[in-house]
């Protein structure tokens, strides 16, 4: 017999609604489908939460998501292609990781868990990788010897310079040396024996279009720009010219094209010498680096740095509290770093009962910052792609990646075997190893280098075991002056990754997507469409959580992405 109001299984028109009138229907419920992002982040009624605490609801596609836009404004004057920034870690980011995140959008920030001479070095390097017009070439002059030209070359990767009468910029150009030119020659030769003095030039006035076709055509490497009497005033270079096709999210200065540059600092009054040699580098952003930013000491760091260099910006943290925030908003602070315990490798939370669930401290944090205009940074706890879009859902400019990118080619260390894998060793900043930077190493260590040595987990860092450097990890801490250390992160070892070259365009792509599903076409038009109640959300329980991962195989492979 077929069910009441059925003929022949056929459902009777008059117990249902119209098809038709569906939309009209749904606008007539009292509420939409899950949280606003208010509801959601009402620590009263749901405590603290991790990103894996909720989701976001899917919204409507319209278009693809290669249209999806994901620039987003990390400090109050600097904008990226992508939302993506690389820690100031001694196993995440130092010059080939700084170079690289730029090139792809991102950003790097440069560790200080070194000299001051040495980060400022990286932070040169990472200004004169690529540029429009290189105004403050490397020179040399006729006197100089190959060796001299090997040595840049070693130093700072490159080998073709412009020779001039008096060896600098704005000295009558004579001639330029390049590798080719240097080729089994002694290294105490001089460069006037060995130098090309046919040079194709530019004049002082030419326009970036107007060198690059001029290099087109002369399939030279290197354009020096002269002036009317033939002095040296600028340089431009092929390979630059390149990267500007193959990395066209590349980060920056609008002014000089070089690279954006970023690099941490500590809070005490040795940083501020530090800083004097980075921004003679060319640094255009430091992070004042500290694992509770609410103290006198980076107050007055923010402070004293506004004043000196009113053009730097700042990045201040961390914080995870609106009154953290206040502070260091009043003192100064271009951007602000959200995070206190939720990386990987810290133990921050569990050692000194201190800290906040990231995504919690993300919303709290970013909706008063944005009130002010100070974008906020989220610092800690992202593992996936996921993780990185709920981040900027909850108001952060962009995302801080240490463990997600430790491992990867860029990272500082080598590379070894550990228990059939090949790992590079990965640390938190408060970490006994870390904060015994610069000492001895201690020997031991089972690990095995993927050429075969034996090193150790220091040693893997790059650094090396018996010299003495300052160290970064203690004042982050505020213990350099306790004689017993204690602890809040662990050292360990990552997987290797492969190159950031393809990783993160995985990353990216992925955000894309993402938003896609979300039916955002932009960062900006994510966050407008959370804070007016449009994006909704979803509370996950444990079960949920469960559910929306891989269960129920027997064996699975997880690859992520393919590179091309």
């Not at 991790?50 to 600097?78: C, H, M, W």
């Not at 959008?105 to 200004?127: F, L, R, S, W, Y």
């Not at 204690?486 to 990754?497: E, H, L, P, R």
Request: a neutral charge.
């Amino acid at each position: 017999m077929a069910p009441t109001g059925t003929a022949n299984g056929v459902a009777s028109s008059s117990k249902y609604l119209d098809p038709s009138k569906a939309l009209e229907h749904l606008a007539s419920y009292d509420r939409k489908d899950g949280l606003s992002v208010q509801e959601l982040l009402d620590s009263q009624t749901h405590g603290g939460l991790t990103y894996n605490d909720f989701l976001l609801l899917p919204g409507k596609i319209d278009f693809p998501a290669s249209d999806v836009v994901t620039e987003s404004r990390i400090t109050r004057n600097v904008t990226l292609k992508t939302p993506f920034i690389s820690s100031p870690m001694d196993t995440v980011t130092e010059k080939e990781m700084a170079i690289h995140m730029a090139l792809l959008g991102g950003i790097g920030v440069i560790h200080h868990n070194q000299t001051a001479e040495d980060q400022a070095a990286m932070v040169q390097a990472v200004k004169r990788h690529e540029n429009g017009f290189i105004n403050d070439p490397v020179v040399l002059s006729p006197s100089h010897r190959v060796s001299d030209v090997l040595d840049v070359k070693q130093r700072l990767g490159f080998c073709g310079i412009p020779i001039t009468d008096t060896g600098a910029l704005g000295g009558k150009l004579l001639g330029i040396i390049t590798s080719r030119d240097v080729q089994f020659r002694a290294g105490d030769e001089l460069i006037s024996d060995a130098m090309t003095t046919e040079v194709v030039t530019a004049p002082a006035g030419t326009t970036l279009i107007e060198a690059n076709e001029v290099l087109r055509q002369s399939k030279k490497g290197k354009l020096p720009v002269v002036d009317a009497e033939g002095r040296l005033v600028a340089l431009l270079s092929r390979s630059d010219l390149l990267k500007t096709v193959n990395y066209p999210f590349a980060s920056k200065v609008p002014e000089s094209k070089q690279l954006y540059a970023a690099a941490a600092i500590g809070t005490r009054p040795a940083d501020r010498d530090r800083l004097k040699l980075l921004v003679e580098a060319g640094l255009d952003i430091v992070v004042v680096d500290s694992s509770q930013g609410n103290s006198t000491y980076q107050i007055e760091m923010i402070k004293w740095i506004k004043e000196t260099y009113p053009k730097l910006e700042v990045i201040a943290g961390n914080v995870v509290t609106r009154a953290q925030a206040a502070e260091l908003i009043a003192a100064g602070a271009d951007a602000l770093r959200v995070g206190m315990g939720s990386g990987s490798i810290c133990i921050t939370q569990e050692v000194m009962a201190v800290g906040r669930p990231q995504a919690t401290a993300v919303y709290a944090v970013a909706e008063f910052a944005n009130k002010f205009g100070v974008p906020v940074i989220a610092d800690g706890g992202i593992s996936n792609i996921g993780h990185i879009v709920k981040a900027l859902s909850l108001g952060a400019g962009a995302v801080m990646m240490g463990g997600l990118l430790a491992g990867t080619t860029e990272a500082p260390g080598e590379y070894f075997w550990h228990d059939g894998k090949r790992v590079k060793t990965y640390r938190g900043m408060g970490s006994l190893e870390a904060m015994e930077q610069g000492k001895t190493a201690p020997t031991g260590s089972k690990g095995q280098s993927a050429t075969g040595a034996t090193k150790n987990a220091l040693d893997r860092t790059g650094s090396k075991p018996n010299a003495i450097v300052e160290n970064a990890a203690t004042s982050r801490y505020f213990s350099e002056s306790s004689a017993v250390k204690v602890a809040q992160g662990v050292s360990g070892d990552v997987t290797d990754k492969g190159s950031i070259v393809h990783f993160l365009p995985y990353l990216h792509v992925g955000v894309q997507h993402s938003l896609q599903d979300v039916g955002v076409r932009s960062v900006t038009e994510l966050r407008e469409r959370v804070l007016s109640g449009d994006v909704r959300f979803e509370m996950r329980t444990a079960s949920a959580q469960v559910e929306g991962g891989v269960h129920g195989l027997n064996s699975y492979t997880k690859r992520l992405y393919t590179a091309s």
